[in-house]
T-cell receptor, first 111, second 113 residues
Framework: GQQVMQIPQYQHVQEGEDFTTYCNSS?????IQWYKQRPGGHPVFLIQ?????EVKKQKRLTFQFGEAKKNSSLHITATQTTDVGTYFC???????????FGKGTMLLVSP | DTAVSQTPKYLVTQMGNDKSIKCEQNLGHDTMYWYKQDSKKFLKIMFS???????INETVPNRFSPKSPDKAHLNLHINSLELGDSAVYFC????????????FGPGTRLTVL
């Protein structure tokens, strides 16, 4: 079946440092979505990427979709304590009808 | 004015009991989902309904039965609860398909003793 791997599982940074999480799929993806889940909260949609090589920015967050549409990354510049949470990627493979979530990257930011 | 709401927020029960979780969305979306998030935070889809019709049924024990009385509601009934059913259950909705943004409810933390 479709698999979406996400690394690292966990990262602890000092406030102001950069952070990146990577997502890799076993199959070509039609789209990839990113979600953020704060501790004790529910996943909240951040962005969707659809085109090969697409790059989108939201303030300090940069999202990329690989040329082969099998990988994606989320980069946060100059982390803040408000960035704490678990970041999930979720993709739908060609021929699949469901979104498969990665296992998430838990980000902890120390002041 | 909550977009996707779930009740109850917490559910503690004994093994072998039957329980239900309710979900409602006021976004006018056509598709609703149930996800299970285990203790390791892994989110796995269980069911998806589109306009009250079941369209996705992942490998889930048949003790779990979703019911959609109308497209704004998707309830989850669980029979003969087991210890391994302890998890957070999230309801979500999207406008049409999985290509659309998914809006998650606040979750129901189920603990089976």
């Amino acid at each position: 079946g479709q698999q979406v791997m996400q690394i690292p599982q966990y990262q602890h940074v000092q406030e102001g440092e950069d952070f990146t999480t990577y997502c890799n799929s076993s199959t070509t993806l039609s789209n990839i979505q990113w979600y953020k889940q704060r501790p004790g909260g529910h996943p909240v949609f951040l962005i969707q990427l659809v085109k090969s090589g697409e790059v989108k920015k939201q303030k300090r967050l940069t999202f990329q979709f690989g040329e082969a549409k099998k990988n994606s990354s989320l980069h946060i510049t100059a982390t803040q304590t408000t960035d704490v949470g678990t970041y999930f990627c979720a993709g739908r493979g060609s021929g699949y009808s469901t979104l498969t979530f990665g296992k998430g990257t838990m980000l902890l930011v120390s002041p | 004015d909550t977009a996707v709401s779930q009740t109850p927020k917490y559910l503690v029960t004994q093994m072998g009991n039957d329980k239900s979780i309710k979900c409602e969305q006021n976004l006018g979306h056509d598709t609703m989902y149930w996800y299970k998030q285990d203790s390791k935070k892994f989110l796995k889809i269980m069911f998806s309904y589109n306009n009250k019709e079941l369209i996705i049924n992942e490998t889930v024990p048949n003790r779990f039965s979703p019911k959609s009385p109308d497209k704004a509601h998707l309830n989850l009934h669980i029979n003969s609860l087991e210890l391994g059913d302890s998890a957070v259950y999230f309801c979500a909705s999207s406008q049409r398909t999985v290509l659309d943004t998914q809006y998650f409810g606040p979750g129901t933390r189920l603990t089976v003793l």
